[in-house]
């Protein structure tokens, strides 16, 4: 079947819109028709000279949309019905049987690779050249795209933008994730949120929905700051105009936080989360970080830790019904992050995510 879907030629090309070819799903596989693609980060992760993915390639892994077709052997759902997409995992390693499929041992194969698992691969050009895809088992900035039936969640309530659900499957997850699940932050407790972005905005709002009495959301940009407090933000710190990001911290906080959520990956900004952290404190960091981060060791004598997170330590299939239904509520109100494009504005939609005067891009089909 022919889809047209976005093409990153090489690191340094413009997208381009492309026809393409899609196979029919194999055993265990579900093909989708997309009608929302968020464009997140890690997307651009494959826009770093040299990094290890396959070119040319068809990126986007927020999707959403509706089962076209399923292969063989799929009981979870069924032409029509609705879906978020979120990454692929294995299902057999240790990690996934202990209900860690953020920790899959074959997460990279599965999700960066360009490929299904045997090399082979469900999209291809119309003159059936190579073309990279299964970015995060789903390659959805496209009309179409194959999951599968491990990373497809169905979506059971009515009155939802189905539109605007495909980044609860990475980076809403992430940062609600990483609040709920990873810290379990606890009610009446304080948390600081670093950078607040689609990542971080979802942190603000997940430490709402926890009883975080401090919520504290540091930013650059005084819009996004003002977002942090109409999403559910205590106070807010621009740390391009706070000589002393820690001592500010420290003053809104009673002597320093008991959680903090690093979204930016920076080390200088997660060195200062750390110091700005009580005693018992916990930091996670969801991002990559570029570069090493040092930390002066007595500062974890008194029961400091921080840790990294893959997706919000969050299990899909129990967490995204979970924010759907929040969302449901107005309680996690992403509609106020998110601007949507059509896939052909995706070069100008990437230039506004970088800018910052989008925090959260999602091409529409409709
Ligand atoms: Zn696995
Ligand atoms: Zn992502």
Redesign the pocket.
Known sequence: MKITAAVLPSPDAPFEIRELEIADPRPGEVLVRIVGAGMCHTDLLARIPGAPFPMPVVLGHEGSGIVEKVGDGVTKVAPGDKVVLSYA?????????TGL?QY????GA?NFMGSRLDGSAPVSGTDGGKMGCCWFGQSSFASHAMANERNVVKVTVDDVNLEILGPLGCGFQTGAGAVLNSLAARPGSSIVIYGAGAVGLAGVMAAKIAGCSTIVAVDLHDNRLALAKEVGATHTINAKTTADVTAAVRDFTGGGSQYALDTTGVPAVIRGAVDALRATGTCVIVGVVMGDISFSASGFLDGKSVHGVIEGDAYPADFIPKLIEWHRRGMFPIEKLVKTYRLDQINEAQHDSESGATIKPIFVFS
């Open positions: 995992s294995c299902g057999r390693c240790n990690n996934c049987e499929p899959c041992e074959l997460f599965l």
